[in-house]
């Protein structure tokens, strides 16, 4: 692929694409002022008012704020305010762990409150039989290019966010790896693409400083040195999730928890789209109207790519009994969280802390439940990292990874991304937040490698990014070859394949990592045939950039638009073709970039709906 310059001088003679001026002049103009900022403070002054007493408990006003406060290359003052005095207080809070854990817990918790109200308040229009409530953009996903699109457009438009998790920052909050995209910024304007110097992981609009991803380098980060000497940082996953999670309680107007949309139910109607939700914990369904609705749901679930049937059999039974553990730990832990939570909001005496640790010790009990796992995939670490970190409150007595991080051995099936941050894990170099108590297992467990080539720690470096340098360790070993079948024992796992020879070959190991795929089924194809007309969406400047129908306001974007690469705008197309990219087009930088330019193309073409700030109305 060449060396780092090599790539940067490539990268920008096709840097045209990223250049988003034209459309922040568009909808600047659609505006007719004041400045984005202004209306953008104005919506987050109104969304922090109910944190107005946590504010107060940390001390505020003991927050240092530089005068002058420095300001970075690219500096734009009609996306940012020098004065901004929000930057310093979250500068502060993504700083200290403590602090960060506590702003995380008021922000769930108010996001439940809420959530629940917003759902009873659906619940009671369709018991009353009235009209659907409707919403005015509605936003189906939670992730990075949810929030991005949020800091957009909710300056200017009431936003409401539907997701199936239970937490808004989407499965960035449960996944303690160091994740695949740099969050270094050097230029606020320059290009939005790898090397080049601009926001390549997009969680807000490419001009915003604050709350930007750079925020999170202040925080625990693994560097790499690069060919050229220079180093790059990789921050951990959860970090990003709460970042996103921050920005997007400071943008959008409402989220619902736990709802999955039933996309083959989606319906044109000539009140707006009618949206039906399932609720992942109980079944029910309701619906809303909406005026406009946003897909960022992401490429898909974890499926296996192994062909046998047994085989695919397994991987689905692991995973739904896993879910049903889960379903049935969670409802038994409800009430003892809710009991906790009122307890933490009193004075500390003694017999106050008696019952928080007996409610402790009987939360971690109820964990124990949830049945060992011999087959893993990275949903399972994410969905027992969500049990641990949320709802048994980082309980090192409930820490649900032991037994793999202590086991004697593992097979990994797969020979990815997704395989080789599962082995950080395991290895104990992934974040500190991986780990009880934050200190790495000193266990390291043998690892036998599927589906890859190189046999040396030497010959894996040579062939994949220096990100992974570590991975081939001095006690792990390959096969070549791709698993064929893996299949449970009484206290281990079989793997399967057929060597060079054509000789059936056996493996048997403690756990096996299954790191194969994903299921790639873009919601498009579940949507009701020949209800919508369904096209690829282009920006202002002609530029493809999502499918939808617009005249009908569904945007379907990011990866879950599931675009070719024959299909992306030209330049492009020639970074794909001249670095030697395989065909992935669910990275963020390349979703980041499109998704930024259908949002900023919409906000440009439709008239505010919010009222419109005073100017100069800042916190």
Same mark, same amino acid.
């Given at each position: 692929?060449?060396?780092?310059?090599?790539?940067?001088?490539?990268?920008?003679?096709?840097?045209?694409?990223?250049?988003?001026?034209?459309?922040? =002049?568009?909808?600047?103009?659609?505006?007719?002022?004041?400045?984005?900022?202004?209306?953008?403070?104005?919506?987050?002054?109104?969304?922090?008012?109910?944190? /107005?007493?946590?504010?107060?408990?940390?001390?505020?006003?003991?927050?240092?704020?530089?005068?002058?406060?420095?300001?970075? %290359?690219?500096?734009?003052?009609? @996306?940012?305010?020098?004065?901004?005095?929000?930057?310093?207080?979250?500068?502060?809070?993504?700083?200290? /762990?403590?602090?960060?854990?506590?702003?995380?817990?008021?922000?769930?918790?108010?996001?439940?409150?809420?959530?629940?109200?917003?759902?009873?308040?659906?619940?009671?229009?369709?018991?009353?039989?009235?009209?659907?409530?409707?919403?005015?953009?509605?936003?189906?996903?939670?992730?990075?290019?949810?929030?991005?699109?949020?800091?957009?457009? %909710?300056?200017?438009? +009431?936003?409401?966010?539907?997701?199936?998790?239970? +937490?808004?920052?989407?499965?960035?909050?449960?996944?303690?790896?160091?994740?695949?995209?740099?969050?270094?910024?050097?230029?606020?304007?320059?290009?939005?693409?790898?090397?080049?110097?601009?926001?390549?992981?997009?969680?807000?609009?490419?001009?915003?400083?604050?709350?930007?991803?750079?925020?999170?380098?202040?925080?625990?980060?693994?560097?790499?040195?690069?060919?050229?000497?220079?180093?790059?940082?990789?921050?951990?996953?959860?970090?990003?999730?709460?970042?996103?999670?921050?920005?997007?309680?400071?943008?959008?107007?409402?989220?619902?928890?736990?709802?999955?949309?039933?996309?083959?139910?989606?319906?044109?109607?000539?009140?707006?789209?009618?949206?039906?939700?399932?609720?992942?914990?109980?079944?029910?369904?309701?619906?809303?109207?909406?005026?406009?609705?946003?897909?960022?749901?992401?490429?898909?679930?974890?499926?296996?790519?192994?062909?046998?049937?047994?085989?695919?059999? &397994?991987?689905?039974?692991?995973?739904?009994?896993?879910?049903?553990?889960?379903?049935?730990? +969670?409802?038994?832990?409800?009430?003892?969280?809710?009991?906790?939570?009122?307890?933490?909001?009193?004075?500390?005496?003694?017999?106050?802390?008696?019952?928080?640790?007996?409610?402790? +010790?009987?939360?971690?009990?109820?964990?124990? =439940?949830?049945?060992?796992?011999?087959?893993?995939?990275?949903?399972?670490?994410?969905?027992?990292?969500?049990?641990?970190?949320?709802?048994?409150?980082?309980?090192?007595?409930?820490?649900? @990874?032991?037994?793999?991080?202590?086991?004697?051995?593992?097979?990994?099936?797969?020979?990815?991304?997704?395989?080789?941050?599962?082995?950080?894990?395991?290895?104990?170099?992934?974040?500190?937040?991986?780990?009880?108590?934050?200190?790495?297992?000193?266990?390291?467990?043998?690892?036998?490698?599927?589906?890859?080539? /190189?046999?040396?720690?030497?010959?894996?470096?040579?062939?994949?990014?220096?990100?992974?340098?570590?991975?081939?360790?001095?006690?792990?070993?390959?096969?070549?070859?791709?698993?064929?079948?893996?299949?449970?024992?009484?206290?281990?796992?079989?793997?399967?394949?057929?060597?060079?020879?054509?000789?059936?070959?056996?493996?048997?190991?403690? @756990?096996?990592?299954?790191?194969?795929?994903?299921?790639?089924?873009?919601?498009?194809?579940? &949507?009701?045939?020949?209800?919508?007309?369904?096209?690829?969406?282009?920006?202002?400047?002609?530029?493809?950039?999502?499918?939808?129908?617009?005249?009908?306001?569904?945007?379907?974007?990011?990866?879950?638009?599931?675009?070719?690469?024959?299909?992306?705008?030209?330049?492009?197309? /020639?970074? @794909?073709?001249?670095?030697?990219?395989?065909?992935?087009?669910?990275?963020?930088?390349?979703?980041?970039?499109?998704?930024?330019?259908?949002?900023?193309?919409?906000?440009?073409?439709?008239?505010?709906?919010?009222?419109?700030?005073?100017?100069?109305?800042?916190?």
């Amino acid at each position: 692929m060449g060396t780092l310059s090599e790539l940067k001088r490539i990268i920008e003679g096709y840097s045209g694409i990223a250049d988003v001026s034209e459309l922040l =002049k568009k909808l600047l103009d659609n505006i007719s002022g004041p400045d984005f900022v202004v209306w953008q403070q104005s919506t987050r002054q109104e969304h922090l008012q109910i944190f /107005a007493q946590f504010f107060e408990q940390i001390g505020v006003n003991d927050t240092p704020q530089p005068t002058p406060r420095p300001l970075p %290359a690219g500096f734009d003052r009609r @996306f940012n305010d020098p004065a901004d005095p929000i930057a310093p207080i979250f500068e502060r809070i993504f700083g200290d /762990a403590r602090l960060l854990r506590r702003w995380m817990k008021q922000l769930d918790e108010h996001i439940e409150r809420t959530s629940n109200l917003k759902l009873d308040e659906i619940d009671l229009a369709a018991r009353s039989g009235q009209r659907p409530v409707r919403k005015s953009i509605v936003i189906i996903g939670g992730g990075p290019l949810t929030c991005l699109v949020a800091s957009i457009l %909710a300056p200017f438009h +009431r936003v409401t966010v539907i997701t199936d998790q239970r +937490r808004i920052g989407g499965d960035w909050r449960n996944s303690p790896f160091w994740i695949n995209s740099s969050c270094a910024i050097s230029d606020f304007s320059a290009p939005a693409l790898p090397t080049q110097g601009g926001p390549t992981t997009h969680v807000v609009n490419s001009r915003q400083v604050y709350l930007n991803v750079d925020l999170l380098l202040k925080g625990e980060t693994k560097t790499v040195t690069c060919d050229d000497g220079s180093t790059v940082q990789y921050v951990p996953g959860t970090a990003l999730g709460d970042l996103i999670a921050t920005n997007m309680v400071l943008d959008i107007d409402e989220c619902l928890l736990g709802q999955r949309v039933d996309f083959s139910r989606l319906r044109r109607t000539q009140d707006g789209l009618l949206v039906e939700m399932v609720d992942a914990s109980d079944g029910t369904r309701r619906t809303l109207l909406a005026d406009t609705v946003i897909c960022l749901t992401g490429p898909g679930r974890e499926q296996t790519k192994i062909a046998d049937t047994k085989t695919r059999q &397994l991987h689905g039974r692991v995973a739904r009994e896993l879910d049903e553990d889960l379903l049935m730990v +969670r409802g038994q832990l409800a009430p003892l969280r809710k009991e906790r939570r009122q307890l933490e909001g009193v004075p500390t005496t003694p017999r106050v802390r008696k019952r928080l640790q007996e409610i402790r +010790r009987e939360m971690a009990q109820i964990a124990k =439940k949830v049945r060992p796992q011999r087959v893993w995939t990275l949903t399972a670490i994410q969905k027992l990292y969500e049990l641990w970190s949320y709802d048994l409150d980082y309980d090192p007595g409930a820490y649900p @990874f032991t037994d793999i991080l202590y086991a004697e051995s593992i097979g990994f099936i797969g020979d990815g991304n997704t395989m080789c941050v599962a082995k950080e894990i395991i290895d104990g170099t992934a974040p500190s937040c991986a780990y009880r108590n934050g200190s790495s297992p000193a266990g390291r467990p043998r690892a036998t490698l599927y589906n890859v080539q /190189a046999s040396t720690p030497e010959k894996f470096n040579e062939q994949n990014r220096r990100r992974y340098a570590n991975v081939f360790t001095p006690g792990t070993r390959s096969i070549p070859d791709k698993a064929t079948w893996y299949e449970l024992q009484e206290t281990s796992v079989e793997i399967v394949h057929y060597d060079a020879d054509g000789l059936l070959r056996r493996n048997t190991f403690g @756990f096996l990592f299954d790191a194969t795929g994903l299921d790639r089924k873009p919601p498009e194809s579940l &949507l009701y045939r020949g209800l919508f007309d369904m096209v690829d969406v282009k920006d202002l400047e002609s530029n493809v950039v999502a499918r939808g129908d617009t005249k009908a306001g569904l945007y379907i974007a990011g990866s879950a638009a599931d675009l070719e690469i024959s299909q992306l705008p030209g330049d492009l197309q /020639a970074i @794909f073709r001249e670095l030697k990219l395989s065909d992935n087009t669910i990275s963020l930088w390349l979703n980041g970039l499109l998704v930024e330019r259908m949002v900023l193309s919409i906000a440009a073409t439709r008239p505010p709906t919010r009222r419109r700030p005073l100017t100069g109305n800042r916190y």
